[in-house]
């Protein structure tokens, strides 16, 4: 594998891969965008480029560098994440990385450390960070990988180059299902449009379960009613009895909300992500305002931040959906 064969993201991989060639490279990296789009691949990829034996300012992937890193256990290479059990990256392993930077390279190279997600690196981890990021010893680089740089230290983020990374296109991701996965084109044209742009979405999907949660999801969805909040409770009580599905839930009432303020300003459904529910989408764009719809989405944003930072499943979904039934006409 190499740069080439990473999918999407041109301009954000040549712009990475001049500066391997030229020796231009950053002390210090901070990866945005949403989840499961390749930030991580992109990440060891341009640390593979940085230790490959063939030193073109790509990787090979099958040197014995690009395989120690894609396995984990290069010496010169360290992945920072939350440990087993854990919900933050703690100021101990931010230490250990520290410490660990400031000695030779084992390959009298470069020395890389990748933190991911860097969002759960608690206060006292990011401050510690900054010390590093201030005075970077020679021959290191450090990667932040992040959804949303908006829970980062402003000190932290002004001294890492930003790289944004977007949702992919949907073409290249049912092309991504149809020609690597084996996914039929109906199926993959379906699997991109709910994955929205996500490619590790896409590939972990499965599009029977998802039909099924959706018809379960838009069916509490309308079965809010204004001054009848029993409806809300049932539904919050349901979701968070699993770790996963609130997520899930959230990600898909954003797709909802979006489709219907689109579908409401132009009356267009070939970008809509749940185009094949358009019945449901035109009887329901007309319950509602502009305004009202981007509340929602706002909400649902809000709520998906809130469960990621551990707070109440219960009661963040809850409020939101009581907030839905609140708007509803």
Same mark, same amino acid.
């Given at each position: 594998?190499? !740069?080439?064969?990473?999918? %999407?993201?041109? &301009?954000?991989?040549? =712009? #990475?891969? @001049? ?6 490279? *950053?002390?210090?990296?901070? !990866?945005?965008?949403?989840? %499961?789009?390749? &930030?991580?691949?992109? =990440? #060891?990829? @341009? ?6 034996? *063939?030193?073109?300012?790509? !990787? ?270």
């Amino acid at each position: 594998m190499s !740069f080439s064969q990473i999918i %999407g993201h041109e &301009k954000q991989l040549q =712009a #990475l891969h @001049l500066s391997v060639v030229n020796e231009r490279l *950053h002390h210090a990296y901070l !990866f945005v965008g949403p989840e %499961g789009i390749g &930030k991580r691949t992109i =990440a #060891l990829g @341009l640390a593979k480029a940085i230790h490959c034996a *063939h030193k073109t300012g790509d !990787f090979c992937g099958q040197c014995v560098d690009c395989a120690r890193i894609q396995d984990g256990n290069h010496p010169d290479v360290r992945l920072i994440e939350p440990q087993a059990g854990k919900k933050e990256i703690s100021i101990q392993q931010i230490r250990e990385i520290e410490k660990n930077l400031n000695l030779r390279a084992f390959s009298g190279g470069t020395k890389i450390a990748i933190v991911d997600p860097a969002t759960l690196m608690n206060l006292p981890a990011q401050n510690a960070l900054l010390k590093t990021l201030e005075e970077p010893p020679r021959n290191c680089l450090l990667i932040l990988i992040a959804g949303n740089a908006g829970t980062l230290l402003p000190t932290l983020r002004s001294r890492c180059l930003r790289l944004s990374f977007g949702p992919l296109r949907r073409e290249l991701l049912a092309d991504f299902l149809t020609a690597r996965k084996g996914v039929n084109k109906e199926e993959a044209d379906f699997l991109a449009a709910m994955a929205m742009g996500s490619i590790g979405a896409a590939a972990k999907m499965d599009s029977d379960e998802l039909r099924e949660n959706r018809r379960t999801w838009i069916d509490w969805l309308a079965s809010l009613r204004p001054g009848d909040y029993r409806a809300a409770i049932n539904a919050a009580d349901a979701l968070a009895s699993d770790r996963d599905e609130p997520l899930k839930f959230l990600d898909w009432v954003e797709s909802w909300y979006r489709d219907l303020l689109i579908y409401t300003m132009t009356r267009d459904s070939r970008e809509l992500i749940n185009r094949d529910l358009l019945p449901r989408l035109e009887d329901e764009s007309t319950r509602g305002t502009l305004e009202r719809m981007l509340f929602c989405i706002g909400e649902t944003t809000k709520a998906g931040a809130r469960i990621q930072r551990n707070l109440n499943r219960r009661m963040v979904l809850e409020d939101l959906l009581f907030k839905i039934t609140a708007g509803r006409q």
